[in-house]
């Protein structure tokens, strides 16, 4: 009897794998086409991306940060699993323990991957902006990077002369949860431009290892899995502006960093709100200035008075932000501080995956975004 049971339960595993495994295949058909990829966010991503958040939208935790530490578990007992095996292989009892638990890991495994194909991985591989393969600029004079130097400035210093400042110097910022609100509104504000912005913007959440993510350089990030937006809790009030806008272009399908950045500073710019205006701006021109001055030195024209500048009054504003943020995180314990084998443990798995996520996106990457927005300006 129990030998038939257990042929049954093979036969079952067996049949699952296969399954999941003929579904991989078929959803990975279309991320062989960028335009197919294309067509499937245009019009599959959305709704589903919809219906998902809603729900775990109403969660007051962030969802798919707590099932990525059941993942890192099931991970850590695999290996453990594989190193006792060395030691406990003549028990028969632990070899059926070990069997029926990769069973069930594979399962888990190829569902991970099964899922991540449709909420990530095929919007992941769709064109730039979901334009196709559109020929467009890619080469600009001195002069049309300098003009758009001076936009942004011009923009950021007038966002600045509506922002208060008080007699003592400081300034008043809002609350983390209207900050994540103005930012999807101002994402939305531009769906007509790109109709993949509309839709519903869930709450973004503060991460429970946001110790951690300080440490690594890292914001937020989006869970595919859960539609999740998610930030770091240690940022400061107008940087959180432009990080959830980004993180809501990434979860509305845009998961290229140039495009997820270009989209978050291009709504906050077009803000009605001076602070997420005047951080919009103030994106694009760090951006811009670099290839700024590099254009004006190639054209022998490098001057320190020809760039526009941002005004003392926007520096004095960013300034006050950002001490914010050393506020919050000087608030709380950081027990990571008397471990420094785990924060070079952790130092060095950051690099390595910035190193990893920028030879995969190399012009997609962060920095990408200067030439979507001379793309986008100097049409």
Not at 121 to 132: M, N, Q, S
Not at 201 to 209: G, L, N, S
Not at 221 to 236: A, L
Request: charged share 20%; hydrophobic share 40%; aromatic share 12%.
């Amino acid at each position: 009897m129990k030998k038939k049971t257990e042929k049954k339960h093979h036969s079952a595993h067996r049949k699952t794998v296969r399954l999941l495994l003929a579904l991989i295949f078929v959803l990975l058909l279309p991320a062989l086409s960028p335009a197919l990829c294309d067509k499937y966010t245009d019009s599959f991503y959305g709704p589903m991306c919809d219906v998902i958040s809603h729900l775990t939208g109403q969660l007051p935790f962030a969802l798919g940060e707590i099932l990525m530490y059941i993942g890192a578990a099931l991970l850590v007992i695999a290996v453990l699993m594989l190193l006792l095996f060395v030691f406990l292989h003549r028990k028969a009892a632990f070899r059926s323990f070990v069997k029926k638990y990769f069973s069930f890991f594979t399962v888990i495994l190829l569902l991970v991957i099964l899922v991540y194909l449709p909420t990530w991985f095929i919007p992941f591989r769709g064109t730039v902006l979901g334009r196709g393969n559109a020929e467009l600029r890619t080469d600009y004079s001195c002069e049309e990077i300098s003009a758009l130097l001076k936009l942004f400035a011009d923009g950021a210093n007038a966002a600045a002369e509506e922002i208060y400042i008080a007699d003592n110097g400081s300034v008043e910022f809002y609350p983390s949860d209207k900050i994540s609100r103005l930012a999807a509104e101002a994402m939305s504000s531009i769906s007509d431009e790109f109709p993949r912005l509309q839709g519903y913007y869930p709450p973004v959440k503060e991460a429970i290892c946001s110790d951690i993510l300080e440490r690594m350089w890292i914001g937020g990030y989006n869970y595919p899995y859960t539609m999740e937006p998610t930030h770091n809790r240690y940022i400061s009030p107008l940087y959180q502006a432009s990080l959830d806008a980004h993180e809501y272009a990434h979860h509305k399908g845009y998961y290229k960093e140039n495009e997820a950045n270009f989209l978050s500073e291009l709504a906050l710019s077009k803000s009605s709100d001076p602070y997420l205006r005047l951080e919009g701006y103030c994106e694009m021109y760090d951006y811009m200035l670099g290839p700024c001055v590099e254009s004006l030195k190639a054209a022998g024209k490098y001057l320190p008075d020809v760039i526009p500048r941002l005004s003392d009054r926007v520096y004095h504003i960013r300034e006050a932000s950002d001490y914010i943020e050393q506020e919050l995180y000087e608030a709380d314990e950081h027990a990571l501080d008397d471990m420094p084998a785990v924060n070079e443990l952790i130092q060095e798995t950051a690099d390595t995956g910035w190193n990893i996520q920028g030879n995969i996106l190399k012009e997609n990457s962060y920095d990408g975004v200067v030439l979507l927005l001379l793309q986008y300006y100097c049409r």
